[in-house]
Nanobody, 132 residues
Framework: QVQLVDSGGGSVQAGGSLRLSCAAS??????????MGWFRQAPGKERERVAS????????YYADSVKGRFTISQDNAKNTLYLQMNSLKPEDTAMYYC???????????????????????WGQGTQVTVSS
């Protein structure tokens, strides 16, 4: 199994920045064979994919609402995923979750994994609150 621990959320004012981290362990295969995603869910809304990446280095994706402001990255030596969030807006307020699915040996498997049901493993979530 895969275990994920996400962290880094908090309360910031509009225009501020946060960096979320997701530490992974207990992979059943090499860490470089997983689709990793960041999702968020605001009250009354469905959980949506914000960004994703294949741990092998390809197939990055960003939701239109965060393009140019959020950056997904990874440190494979530490088995850690990051989401750098800049220029935060009140509408970014949500619970943020990291997720993993795999093993998938091709990065092409990550882009179509849009829905939360496509991911087998989840962190516990970290709250991001952006005030105006």
């Amino acid at each position: 199994q895969v275990q994920l621990v996400d962290s880094g959320g908090g309360s910031v004012q509009a225009g501020g920045s946060l960096r979320l981290s997701c530490a992974a362990s207990r992979y059943t295969d090499n860490y470089n064979t997983y689709c990793m995603g960041w999702f968020r869910q605001a009250p009354g809304k469905e959980r949506e994919r914000v960004a994703s990446i294949h741990t092998g280095g390809g197939s990055t994706y960003y939701a239109d609402s965060v393009k140019g402001r959020f950056t997904i990255s990874q440190d494979n030596a530490k088995n850690t995923l990051y989401l750098q969030m800049n220029s935060l807006k009140p509408e970014d307020t949500a619970m943020y979750y990291c997720a993993a699915d795999g093993p998938w040996y091709s990065a092409s498997m990550c882009y179509p994994r849009v829905r939360p049901g496509n991911y087998r493993y989840w962190g516990q979530g970290t709250q991001v609150t952006v005030s105006s």
